[in-house]
């Protein structure tokens, strides 16, 4: 590619970084590399993360029992289901980047759109970023043995976490700020290592089972203790939730995904079911081993598991851990680039975060956003409050956009549908989420709900300005959009991709 001398401006009024060809217009846009395979190991990537090795603590907790803990997991498996086949019919009829905020903005127009980019590119997905990175910070710890004290009253291996955390986030970003290509085979790599991870667990728990160590998964004591409180299952249904969340990643990238109409219900039909059956299975060799008072006082469930079973070769836990949450970072991170990506193009965000990198061709600024607003959050946070905090927002707009896709089943009947979900799993993933939404506030009505309700009202501070009355600085914004084009080489994508 040769270098002209001067700079020029798009057809379109962007300014032209010097050695980028202009027409950008004729064929710089997001392209279709995501496979099936590479679609199914970015869900089952995504999901299966550090929630397996976190969130049976939080289940058991709430329920009160083994038995109904398990329970709660294939109820998380059947709503988290019924929630990605409803936005497999969307993600085929609309076939764009964005995921919720694409469908909201077709359904509801700006508003709901511009509050859900809001919540999610400003909190939610950074705060996922953030606890996924400290979890693999964590198990890297323990792998390299690092014993704790204090220095100035800090903690030496709470530093040590979010050091490791920063450090496997910023690596992330150049990999997905490099290829998508690339991002994709580090999936589909970490997908397997995780994969055999958990298989070493079930084969192990299958081990323990021959052997009758079931004392603690007998229908007869299983379920004594069992929680009579309704609404307290919610925050039971949030905690594995966690584990299974990740189940609309590819809605984020439909416009990279190729033969969107067949590969995204299939990915979907595929990579559920496995990582259900992983889950339950990891569950229940999980209890061959731990007592429910050795689970819920367990630092690490997966470690305390392997110092129990697998003798000198116990390392190999953390270092198992650390693939599966790296991997999930990485799957979290490919999504996060895309939906500032789609919303700039929609006039919500700045421009900037709509153009694409033109010899990598992927959402460089978008990228850059996610990473620096997950570091920030890196600093402070508590896994529980944390996981309140982003379910009460997000079953709020997971359930608005399955409703927005019962709307347009109302108002666009003929619109073609490449794939058409039964009606009943729309309907039942709405009530779930509107149970959700109300019952943790009703069970514990903690802070971080009243934190979560006032961030997305807060929007509407920025929204009204700049989105519904189109106040703009010109003066400010032209010269740094132009700066920051020449600074990364970025220019604005052609059309989306139908």
Known sequence: ???????????????????????????????????????????????????????????????????????????????ATCGALSYAELGTMLQSSGGEHAYLHKVFGNLPAYLYAWSYILIIKPCILSV?????????VAAFGIEDCEEGGVSVVASSEKIFGGIILVLLFAINSISVKLSTRVQIVFTIFKLLALIIIIIIGFVRLIQGHTEYLSPKVSFVGTSSDFFAYSIAIYQGHWAYD??????????????????????????????????????????????????????????????????????????????????????????SGRLP????????????????????????????????????????????TLVNYYGFATWFFYGLTVVALLVMRKTHPKTPRPFKVPLIFPVFFILCSVYLVIAP???????????????????????????????RIHSIMNPVTKFLQKLAKVVPASKPLT
Request: glycine share 8%; with cysteine; hydrophobic share 55%.
């Open 1 to 79: 590619m040769s270098l002209r001398k001067d700079a020029e401006v798009t057809s379109n009024g962007y300014h032209q970084p010097d050695g980028i060809p202009p027409k950008v217009d004729d064929g710089v846009s997001l392209e279709r590399n995501v496979g099936l395979v590479g679609g199914v190991a970015l869900i089952v990537g995504s999901m299966i993360g550090s929630g397996i090795f976190v969130s049976p603590q939080g289940t058991l907790r709430e329920t009160g029992s083994v038995g109904m803990s398990l329970i709660i997991w294939v109820v998380c498996a059947v709503i």
């Open 132 to 140: 996924i990175s400290i979890v693999c910070g964590m198990y890297l």
């Open 246 to 335: 990740s189940w609309n990643q590819l809605n984020f990238i439909t416009e990279e995904l190729k033969n969107p109409s067949r590969n995204l219900p299939l990915c979907i039909v595929i990579a559920m079911p496995l990582v259900a059956i992983c889950y339950l299975l990891v569950n229940i060799s999980y209890f061959t081993v731990l007592s429910p008072a050795e689970m819920l006082a367990s630092p690490a469930v997966a470690v305390s598991f392997a110092d129990q079973t697998m003798g000198v070769m116990s390392w190999i836990m953390p270092v198992a851990v650390c693939c599966s949450t790296f991997g999930a970072a990485n799957g979290h991170m490919f999504a």
């Open 341 to 384: 990506y789609a919303a700039a193009r929609a006039g919500h965000l700045p421009q900037i975060l709509a153009f694409i990198q033109v010899k990598n061709l992927t959402p460089f600024y978008a990228l850059l956003l996610s990473t620096i607003i997950a570091l920030l959050l890196m600093i402070p946070g508590d896994f529980n």
């Open 441 to 471: 506030i009703i069970d514990e009505p903690a802070m971080e709900f009243l934190y979560a309700f006032l961030f997305i009202i807060f929007g509407l501070v920025f929204y009204f300005p700049f989105i519904y009355f189109g106040f």
